[in-house]
């Protein structure tokens, strides 16, 4: 395609200001530029201009005029993704569209326990709301505060909550989107049974803004819990992990709420990090576990018993070393956090590869065990870590870089080969090189590389039909997505 001149820019600009007004388009540079870069700083790029629209209809409209003058659309929500799917590149000829003006809660049924809420709205407001109402939406990570429901859904978010819930998807029971020709989808309506076709809008879920863009959801809401009951307990290998998680399945049956594991090296990097946490336990063990049980208020007197018995059998069968119960609120909160703070403190021991991988779920802590001491072996003084959600066949893989290792240099010499080999362990084992932060633009090679080619064709073809133009998120999710009027 011929090279765009200043003047179609100029045209562009005007068109869209138009459509958005002062207060939706910027192109000043000291606007953008918090929103060029993402929250890791891995990826930074340039932009044309950063939209924000303040509803469904300018989001259309602004599509429409992009479609016209051949301008790529970068989504972006909070901008607290993992794997750069919402950072622009580096021609500056895109535009940065952002969602955070579009943040109303446009609607709640508490009878039908259901919220129906713009795409800018944050996770911990859609929390806040719930629960204001007696409600709960059961899905949280540790970026609650920034992340959007709009970006959540692009991504398919899991987080700490998926072993009862399930992930993003499965809250999701109405969508509304922008398609790259301007037409507005809108499934918003919650049908618990609908045969008229292909259910759309699960194929726009976990697109990463590359078919639509969301604008808006209706999302399931559950009871509020009653109560519940975390416990931290210290085990010998990521072995007795497994059986632990498979005694509190076998005992807590539904009110199993979360199961996490980490690593002795991680909660001491947190401890290091932030002095005045405290371990929960009186030594340390080279595996921990942060469980949580959930229970409605009918059932939630029972739960401390529950805990007890659970821990007191699994210390008889030689699970676990040691265990303890949060006592109060304060105390299971101070629990999570030491989860929840294990990326920061990672970041200050110095650079690591992060990989956010998955296998099946009973493979898991077997995939653990050979693949840390793998990694190590093959790449001498680094450090192979692995924390997150067991239950759910999930863990976040990260290997440490030796400590006299330069930022940005080890990373480029050394870390793509070790993520080939995690990532070649991972398909190995039959797992997957994204479980739930997504491929953006970090994970593209690898899955062109690694990925199923019948799977991948299926993408481009579905990805050129919605989208000829390539202009909805160019160069994140989709391998060689070809257009012949690519910008």
Known sequence: MAEKNPHQFDHFLSEAGSVLGPKGLTSNYEDMEPWLTDWR???SGSALAMASPA????VAALVRVCTKHGIAIVPQGGNSGMSGGATPDEG????ILSLRRMNAIRALNEEERSVTCDAGVILQTLHETAEAKRLRFPLTLGGKGSATIGGLISTNAGGTQVLRHGTMRAQVAGLEAVLPDGQIFNSLTPLKKDNRGFDLKQLLIGSEGTLGIVTAATLRLLPEIGGRAVMWAGLSSILDARKLLLHFQDQANEQLEGFEVIPQHSLQAVLNHQPEQKAPLAEMHPWNALIELAAPKDKA?????????ILGSALELGLIEDAT???????????WHLRDSISSAERAIGPAMQHDISVPVDKMADFVAAALPAVQERFADTKAVAFGHLGDGNVHFHVIAPPNAVPGQWEKAEGKKISSFVHDLVTEWGGSISAEHGIGQMKLAELERLGDPVSISLMQTIKNALDPQCLFNPGKLVPLARSGTNP
């Open 301 to 309: 007197d029972a739960l401390p018993d529950l805990a007890e018995t």
């Open 325 to 335: 119960i949060a006592a109060s609120e304060t105390q299971a909160e101070q629990m």
């Open 92 to 95: 500056g000829k895109s535009i």
């Open 41 to 43: 700083g891995r990826y």
């Open 55 to 58: 509803s469904t209809a300018e």
